[in-house]
Structures are given as structure tokens and as C-alpha cells.
Nanobody, 127 residues
Framework: QVHLVESGGGVVQAGGTLRLSCTTS????????MGWFRQAPGKEREKVSC????????YYTDSVKGRFTISRDNAKNTVYLEMNSLKPEDTARYYC????????????????????WGQGTQVTVSS
């Protein structure tokens, strides 16, 4: 059974830093590109970042470029999102997913089905 568990969220002041983790099980992590998504209240879920299964290619949505860094540890079946210089507009619930593709220009959607979404981790940035 596929499990993705996000952690590391919290409440920080603008300009602060958080490191999100997503620990996975139930699928062959090493051959999947992985992505981070976020959803703010009243808004649709949006793509934030992804990392190719081979690790050499990453994607960031424009609003987080230069502030967020995605990485992965295949030995731990875990993907990370380092978030620096946080802004109030980064406030959202963050989710990870295995994605169908990852290029420098776009991330795929969740490739393991709606039932694979985890609970997410809440990030709140105060001004």
C-alpha cells in the first residue's frame, strides 16, 4: 500500500526557514520523480516543485524560485523541500506525490492516484 507522510511544517515569521520532509513506502521510490504541491484555503492545489527520479533535473514554480530547494535521498525513500525567505503568501498545506514527469519547465500531476495523497503538513508564515 502506498504511503506518503509529510512533516516539518509549522508557524514561522516572514523571512524564516522550514524544511519539509516526505517519507514514502509502498512503491519503488527510486524510479519515480517526486513533486511538492500546496493548497491554500479557498484555492486550488498548485505545483510547487519536482525532482526527476535521476535527481539531476528540478522544477520550481516562479513564485518560489531562488528560495526553495528540493532534494531526495533514495536510501531513505524521502524527498525534502528546503524553504528559505518565507513569505506570507507561502502559507498553505504542503503535500508530496510521485509525479508522472519532471522537467525544468513543468511538473507532472500525482501519478499514483488520488488515494495516495497524504495528510500534508501545514506551513503558516506570519507577517
Amino acid at each position: 500500500q502506498v504511503h506518503l507522510v509529510e512533516s516539518g511544517g509549522g508557524v514561522v515569521q516572514a523571512g524564516g526557514t522550514l524544511r519539509l520532509s516526505c517519507t514514502t513506502s509502498g512503491f519503488y521510490f527510486e524510479v519515480y520523480s517526486m513533486g511538492w504541491f500546496r493548497q491554500a484555503p479557498g484555492k486550488e492545489r498548485e505545483k510547487v516543485s519536482c525532482i526527476h527520479w535521476q535527481g539531476g533535473t528540478t522544477y520550481y514554480t516562479d513564485s518560489v524560485k531562488g528560495r526553495f530547494t528540493i532534494s531526495r535521498d533514495n536510501a531513505k525513500n524521502t524527498v525534502y523541500l528546503e524553504m528559505n525567505s518565507l513569505k506570507p503568501e507561502d502559507t498553505a498545506r504542503y503535500y508530496c506525490a510521485a509525479v508522472a514527469f519532471c522537467t525544468p519547465y513543468d511538473s507532472g500531476e500525482n501519478s499514483l492516484g488520488e488515494e495516495s495523497w497524504g495528510q500534508g503538513t501545514q506551513v503558516t508564515v506570519s507577517s
